[in-house]
C-alpha cells in the first residue's frame, strides 16, 4: 500500500508560478510511474502530465505542454509539478497518482494504482 500526500496548492494571479509536490510512503517509490490529474468543478478528471519510475521520460496535455514541469527525486520519495505562466483555467484540485506496474508513462486514469487526497490549486484573472 503506498499513500500519497499532495502539497503546495494555493491562490496565485494568472501568470505566476507554482510547484506542487506530492510525497509517497512505502519503500517501492521508485519502482513506481507517477502522474498528475486535476478536477475542476462541474467538469471530468483531466490528465496533466506523467514520468516514468526512472525519471527517464514524461509526458504532458497539450493544454500544459511547455507551461508544466513534472519531475521526481526517487531519494525522497516525491515527485514534483512545477507550473509556470498559470491561467485561470488551470484552477483545480491536483491529484497525484502512482501507477504499480510502471509498464511507461499512461494518462489512463484506470492505469493508476493509488491516488492522492489532491491540493486546490486556484488561478485568479
Known amino acids: 500500500q503506498v499513500q500519497l500526500v499532495e502539497s503546495g496548492g494555493g491562490l496565485v494571479q494568472a501568470g505566476g508560478s507554482l510547484r506542487l509536490s506530492c510525497a509517497a510512503s512505502?519503500?517501492?517509490?521508485?519502482?513506481?510511474?507517477m502522474g498528475w490529474f486535476r478536477q475542476a468543478p462541474g467538469k471530468e478528471r483531466e490528465f496533466v502530465a506523467a514520468?516514468?519510475?526512472?525519471?527517464?521520460?514524461?509526458y504532458y496535455a497539450d493544454s500544459v505542454k511547455g507551461r508544466f514541469t513534472i519531475s521526481r527525486d526517487n531519494a525522497k520519495n516525491t515527485v514534483y509539478l512545477q507550473m509556470n505562466s498559470l491561467k485561470p483555467e488551470d484552477t483545480a484540485v491536483y491529484v497525484c497518482?502512482?501507477?504499480?506496474?510502471?509498464?511507461?508513462?499512461?494518462?489512463?486514469?484506470?492505469?493508476?494504482?493509488?491516488w492522492g487526497q489532491g491540493t486546490q490549486v486556484t488561478v485568479s484573472s
Open positions: 497518482a502512482a501507477d504499480r506496474r510502471a509498464l511507461g508513462v499512461t494518462t489512463l486514469p484506470t492505469r493508476y494504482d493509488y
Open positions: 514520468i516514468s519510475s526512472s525519471g527517464g521520460s514524461t
Open positions: 512505502g519503500r517501492t517509490f521508485s519502482s513506481y510511474a
